[in-house]
């Protein structure tokens, strides 16, 4: 009997500065790979054409974070597109940078995108609120990790 178990975890960083550079606030949280992301990976693995993950989003939604959901609840300004994504052994980062009057307020949710509208969500995380000034930057980090065991 073949007993295979692959399982994925999220992990998030968020790290927020004031207009000089200084470090406000820093944050680590694990967020949760929703069905529609699960969906993509399964779809990219058949080599489908899948738009890859492209764009990152903070909102003010409060609703926990839920296997069934396929946007941000309350989104803060647009999507902005990915500052980077690397790819090594079982792990995938993507990160984003939201500069000053990018993603301004009380931001309490993130998600990962493929398309700077619609699209699919592949990854969801809330948190407590995180005051984003509109001269102040952030910087946000997702880390999917994948593991057999």
């Given at each position: 009997m ?13 790290v ?46 409060t ?16 999507r ?70």
């Amino acid at each position: 009997m073949i007993n295979d178990n692959l399982k994925l975890r999220g992990d998030v960083a968020i790290v927020l500065k004031d207009k000089d550079g200084n470090i406000k606030d820093t944050r680590e949280i694990t967020n949760l790979v929703v069905n529609t992301g699960l969906t993509f990976i399964c779809s990219r693995m058949a080599g489908t054409s899948a738009g890859v993950m492209s764009h990152m989003a903070v909102g003010s939604g409060t609703t926990a974070a839920a296997a069934g959901q396929t946007d941000l609840v309350s989104i803060l300004g647009s999507r902005e597109a990915l500052d980077s994504t690397s790819a090594s052994s079982n792990t995938i980062t993507f990160i984003c940078s939201f500069e000053a009057s990018e993603g301004t307020g009380a931001i309490t949710e993130s998600a990962i995108f493929n398309a700077s509208s619609g699209g699919t969500m592949l990854a969801r995380v809330t948190f407590p609120a995180v005051n984003k000034q509109a001269d102040d930057t952030m910087s946000i980090t997702h880390t999917i990790t994948l593991t057999a065991s």
